[in-house]
């Protein structure tokens, strides 16, 4: 038997070992049941059909008790779009932000561009209109040409 590792525990002939066995096959069976009724979308089969219908009745009741709280509280329908392809919805909120920064620095980039404009703009008016652009200034508040 080359490669496999033999463990005594397990080949054991004594009934202390083999009852120690048993049990935590036992154990790690009902574990593994556990582990599948938490883990799992729908109520175990055991339940029967009635049994599935009160778990749908009290699941509704739950809902419709959380409804008070939460009746002010309004969700996109992208949000729900983002939930019946199988997306993750905080997918939705981390895509919305990155929008918002995106368009942010884009509207940033255009108020730097228009003040760039202006500042320009006004120096050269001031070089063919000197008069008219030093009550323009004194109008709006300007002590001194742009620079």
């Known amino acids: 038997m080359e ?5 005594s525990f397990f080949k054991s002939s004594r009934p202390q070992e083999r ?14 049941r556990l582990k599948k009724k938490l ?24 809902i419709d008790k959380c409804r008070q709280q939460l009746h002010d509280i309004t969700v996109p329908l992208e949000v729900f779009e983002y939930i019946d392809q199988g997306r993750n919805p905080q ?8 929008r918002a920064l995106a368009k ?11 003040k ?3 500042s320009l703009l006004i120096q050269e008016l001031s070089k063919v209109f000197p008069e008219d652009m030093a009550k323009y200034r004194s109008i709006r508040g300007e002590d001194h040409p742009p620079s």
């Open 116 to 118: 760039k404009f202006k």
């Open 3 to 7: 490669g496999e590792v033999e463990c």
């Open 104 to 114: 942010n620095e884009q509207v940033k980039g255009k108020i730097d561009t228009m």
């Open 39 to 62: 883990t799992s979308d729908f109520p175990p089969a055991e339940l029967g059909e009635r049994g599935f219908l009160n778990f749908i009745v009290t699941g509704l009741q739950d």
């Open 91 to 98: 997918l939705y909120t981390k895509e919305c932000l990155e």
């Open 19 to 32: 009852s120690k066995h048993r049990s935590w096959q036992r154990g790690r069976g009902r574990a593994s």
